[in-house]
RNA sequence: GGGCAGGUGGUGGAAUUGGUAUACACGCUAGUCUUAGGAACUAGUGCUUCGGCUUGAGGGUUCGAGUCCCUCCCUGCCCACCA
């Protein structure tokens, strides 16, 4: 090869970077289809990229590419979400204005980028601390006021002191400060706080949008922050007083159960009732240790409970009117439900370790029922009739075999134990004694106790014609010798006696009595609360109801009496969305001390973030804005009189809300976006970034989403239709990459070594793009190699030239594969395809031009300056990207022969080589007939040929 | 403790209506060529006691299982006293 034509990434790459800018290449926004696909837009962080970070807009990049060349409009921006904690912290730290400091980091991520070839359309770039965009930011936050979805609270939040600033709770990761890792304090705090909670339904809900292609994980991630519970409130009135405290609880149907009620540390009717409370000092001692500690501490799960009984209070149960103590205990989230709970320990875990304590009384009212249901003769029949009866399972152990008793029915498939009915005036071991002579003869057992646990089945009795409510006592029995007396004819021909070995016996009995006899003999019942639903006992009228009826009737019955009512119940909470720092959105309200909080006119937006001399945190609770006192006074809007603006600003994820929008429009001022583009070009088809959003960008944003179609703003019920989450690249020693390490890799240094269309491949080649893989160096090598191979290809090409129909084959192969695998994210195996098809035309002494064109189009995507490069080289004029995607055409491909693997009882013996679709009887003659097959039949008989056409031939041989 | 994802050669990984497990690439071995480079090319590369054995372990269904069913083990991520 001459030196001239050496692949030289380094002389292309620059080239058609320039090429396409220049040409607008990208910018084919009047065709009629659209496609919009988006990354998440990164924080200009002074460290810069790692090799890491440029995975998902690699991605997005080969998407976008092929989608432009499939003919579509393709929408592909990027921009900067400057806003923020880090932004200031890193400019505190170096001593700069923020604005000094994201100018220079978005300016070396820009530069980082363009050498990887992204068609990124920067006539749209977006920057949310671009006054013009931040204009709309406050613009959508002022809706939300009018609308009454943002309102003043000063109740306590979470502090981080350390940040010196309100925090969300979507930005605490195990109870400590998202961002520096300090605990984080709970302080009261007048902020400013958005509705999310109204909404939280239909974030819920619209999760299960059929269109919406996430994954499952992180859908299921929102469903348990969103953490939707439905219940019921219930009063408990606090005897001789008129004060009641109101709980929550998902389980009604147990408060039959509840032993007692726990109210948070914060609960106000402490200070209300302060006077009744005989040891108010011990309660006042346990609340300020609970306020000193951090949420985390009280939330370890290790931790003991505790809790401090208020003596001399008393609350009334609803059902019972039976007088109840209360107790304060941190467990007891005040920010949850009611603040308050009542004590169930026989059904709940956490009640039950509280009782134990404090010498609580544990009263079971819910028991375990099983019912038989679906297709089956035996399933209950909740129309008809039933007969509920009190029984005896028999738990019969002979230690000696280490086996249990066991009853096969022989009219039916049922395999058990030995029961019985229990008669009037009968102990259990009386009637088990009596049931094992009679079903079985033994004599000579050892009566070993009972259980106190009842449980319950429900099915339809084949023998009797009727459905059975049967309530289980279990009785022990161990076997002391074999002596038996003969049974009756009638026992003998209804049913046998097995003896079935412990380990095999957990999978071996078809009905639930049985194997809870066993469970109960074996003490497996460990757990010391039932937890679940089940059968209500010891609960007056609501007795033998389940669990399910119960909660209704219960809940009716309290609406009547006045009592109590149905009750959701969210984990997520409304927004906090002050920040106490200078970097960010200035919330436009303004105080005043005659109209209350008033809102700054729109024409007059956006309240620019002013000048500052130090834009340090403090601990005033007030960000540095309200130092400056030419900023903070204005006059009110609607009085004229002297005012304040407000001076907290805005959360750093206020501004990436809505950003996906103004890319749309970007240079609207008069409007976030225009009505018809953003009808043509929303929703999102795809979006991409990683997990770490679940919660709460994806959150938020569908959030403000959702209220900007509610004000008729957007067209769309959710805002991201297609997203996928890319895995971590990680540095090559397994561990994620970070300058502590000193394991970070510069993806400027990659594609100065290897060239960008190698960085590319290599990066979408790894694996799977949803999984994290280390980082090989050798690897991109390889890749490197591969573009090489393709580069020398050019030599062979020729105008006029025979296809090989392997060629054809592989090519239409090809075709199909990468289309469809890029459309799925599965970029390593499009590749691979690339590969295979590049190393059969390597083998091939002559490529047609229309071959070798059609696998550029193909590998364009992945590396487009090479072949940019070579598709100029063809002698084309026009960008290759602005060809046409290759169909494909499956009549092409003509398969003469195909291999048959030939099976002998499910091993691979030899194959047979016919012409496609050769008929089934030629087949089996053939592979019966071949050469390495036969020995394996000699002496042996045929029992069986399986014919899979063009695909194996199994025979089965005895 | 709960939820989700996953476990296949020396390595990253392929394989979907169940049909020849290990495609593609890296690495490694031997050779060819050479203006000596992380080059290119050719051949080989799961294990093996050469009978066979192999997709975390064990069982099941099937002519046939990485793929379906049951039991168990392990890893990663997320959530975690939410009543």
Redesign the pocket.
């Known amino acids: 090869m001459n030196e001239k034509n050496l692949y030289q990434p380094d002389m292309i790459e620059p080239k058609w970077q320039a090429y396409w800018e220049e040409h607008g290449t990208f910018r084919q926004y009047d065709r009629e289809e659209k496609y919009y696909v988006l990354d998440m837009f990164p924080y200009p962080s002074g460290a810069g990229l790692h090799v890491g970070h440029p995975k998902g807009y690699i991605a997005t990049d080969v998407l976008a590419r092929m989608k432009q060349i499939q003919g579509k409009a393709v929408l592909h921006p990027m921009g900067w979400d400057a806003f923020g904690l880090p932004a200031e912290q890193y400019a505190i730290k170096n001593k700069i204005h923020p604005r000094i400091a994201v100018e220079e980091n978005i300016g070396t991520f820009k530069s980082q980028l363009a050498k990887i070839g992204f068609t990124y359309d920067w006539e749209r770039e977006i920057n949310t601390t671009d006054p013009k965009y931040y204009k709309w930011t406050q613009w959508i936050f002022l809706q939300l006021w009018k609308a009454g979805l943002a309102y003043e609270s000063h109740e306590p939040i979470n502090w981080c002191s350390s940040c010196k600033t309100g925090l969300a709770?979507e930005d605490?990761?195990?109870?400590k400060c998202e961002r520096c890792g300090s605990e984080v304090e709970k302080r009261p705090l007048r902020q400013w706080v958005l509705a999310m909670t109204k909404y939280a339904d239909r974030l819920l809900y619209d999760l299960d949008t059929p269109l919406l292609e996430w994954?499952?994980?992180?859908k299921?991630?929102q469903?348990?922050?969103i953490?939707r519970?439905e219940?019921?409130e219930v009063v408990f009135s606090v005897v001789d007083t008129e004060e009641q405290v109101r709980?929550?609880?998902?389980?009604?149907d147990t408060i039959f159960g509840c032993s007692y009620v726990?109210i948070?540390p914060e609960h106000p009717l402490i200070q209300k009732q302060a006077e009744k409370i005989q040891n108010l000092s011990l309660v006042e001692k346990y609340r300020e240790q609970a306020k000193n500690k951090t949420?985390l501490e009280?939330?370890?799960?290790s931790?003991?409970?505790?809790g401090v009984l208020l003596e001399g209070i008393q609350v009334v149960h609803p059902f019972t009117n039976t007088h109840l103590p209360v107790y304060v205990a941190?467990?007891?989230?005040?920010?949850?439900?009611?603040?308050?709970?009542?004590g169930?320990p026989a059904h709940?875990?956490?009640?039950y370790?509280?009782a134990e304590k404090y010498n609580l009384p544990i009263t079971t009212v819910i028991e375990e029922c099983v019912v038989t249901e679906g297709d089956r003769d035996d399933a209950y029949q909740p129309a008809e009739e039933t007969v509920t009866r009190e029984n005896v399972a028999i738990a019969l152990y002979n230690p000696k075999t280490e086996s249990f008793l066991t009853i096969s029915w022989k009219a039916f498939v049922m395999k058990g134990v030995v029961t019985g009915g229990l008669e009037e005036g009968e102990t259990l071991e009386d009637c088990a004694r009596r049931e094992i002579l009679e079903e079985t003869g033994y004599k000579n057992v050892r009566f070993v106790g009972t259980s106190d646990i009842k449980k319950h089945t429900k099915f339809f009795h084949r023998g009797k014609k009727v459905n059975r409510h049967a309530i289980w006592n279990f009785a022990f029995f161990e076997l002391v010798d074999e002596a038996r007396e003969e049974m009756s004819i009638e026992d003998q021909s209804q049913h046998e006696v097995v003896w079935v070995e412990k380990k095999k016996i957990?999978?071996y009995f078809t009905v639930a009595e049985a194997r809870f006899a066993v469970e109960l003999f074996l003490a497996h019942e460990t757990k010391k609360a039932l937890t679940g639903d089940g059968i209500l006992v010891n609960s007056g009228e609501f007795s033998e109801l389940s669990s399910v009826e119960a909660r209704e009737k219960m809940i009716v019955w309290l609406e009547q009496e006045g009592l109590g009512q149905k009750k959701v119940?969210?984990?997520m909470r409304d927004w906090t969305f002050s920040r106490q720092r200078y970097w960010g959105e200035p919330i436009p309200l303004i105080h005043c001390a005659d109209c209350g909080v008033v809102a700054v006119p729109e024409n007059e937006l956006p309240v620019m973030l002013p000048e500052v001399e130090s834009y340090e945190p403090n601990d005033s609770g007030e960000s540095p804005l309200a130092n400056i006192l030419e900023w903070v006074n204005v006059s009110c809007p609607e009085c004229g009189k002297e005012a304040k603006r407000e001076t907290n600003t805005m959360p750093q994820w206020a501004g990436s809300c809505w950003y996906y929008l103004r890319y749309i429009d970007p240079t609207n001022s008069t409007a976030l976006v225009g009505k018809e583009v953003e009808k043509k070009m929303m929703p999102v088809d795809v979006y991409v970034g990683g997990?770490?959003h679940?919660?709460r960008h994806l959150l938020y944003a569908r959030f403000w989403h959702k209220f900007l179609y509610d004000q008729g703003v957007v067209s769309t019920i959710e805002p991201f239709m297609k997203l996928v989450n890319q895995?971590l690249i990680l540095a090559s020693d397994g561990r994620k990459m970070s300058k502590r390490w000193g394991n970070v890799i510069n993806p400027d240094e990659m594609v100065g070594?290897?060239g960008a269309d190698a960085f590319r491949l290599?990066e979408m080649?790894?694996?799977?793009f949803?999984?994290?893989?280390?980082w090989?160096?050798?690897?991109l090598?390889?890749?490197?190699?591969?573009l090489?191979?393709v580069w020398?290809l050019q030599e062979k090409v020729v105008n006029n030239t025979d296809t090989s129909q392997q060629v054809v084959n592989s090519l239409q192969m090809t075709i199909k594969k990468v289309a469809l695998?890029i459309e799925e994210f599965?970029f390593?195996?499009a590749?691979?395809?690339?590969?295979?098809l590049?190393?059969t035309l390597?083998?091939e002494t002559e490529v047609s031009r229309e071959t070798f064109e059609t696998l550029l189009v193909l590998l364009a995507p992945f590396a487009p300056h090479m072949t940019e490069e070579l598709w100029q080289k063809m002698g084309h004029k026009e960008s290759l990207f602005l060809a046409t995607w290759p169909e494909f055409h499956p009549e092409k491909i003509i398969e003469g022969e195909?291999?048959?693997?030939v099976?002998i009882?499910?091993?691979?013996r030899g194959?047979v080589v016919v012409a496609k679709d050769t008929d089934e009887a030629t087949v089996r003659e053939m592979a019966l007939k071949n050469e390495k097959v036969k020995p394996y039949l000699e002496g042996k008989e045929v029992?069986?040929v399986?014919v899979?056409a063009n695909?194996?031939?199994?025979?089965?041989v005895a």
């Open positions: 709770n605490l990761e195990q109870g994954s499952p994980s992180i299921e991630q469903r348990n922050w953490g519970s219940g019921a709980v929550f609880t998902t389980r009604v726990v948070a949420e009280r939330t370890e799960l931790k003991e409970k505790t941190d467990y007891v989230l005040a920010t949850y439900g009611t603040g308050a709970v009542m169930v709940d875990e956490r009640d370790e509280f957990k999978d119940n969210y984990k997990t770490e679940a919660t895995g070594e290897f290599y080649f790894m694996g799977p949803t999984q994290s893989i280390a090989n160096t050798d690897g090598m390889g890749t490197r190699r591969f090489e191979k020398r695998d599965k390593n195996t590749i691979s395809t690339l590969m295979i590049v190393n390597e083998k195909v291999t048959l693997a099976q009882n499910g091993r691979v194959e029992k069986k399986i899979v695909k194996i031939v199994s025979i089965v």
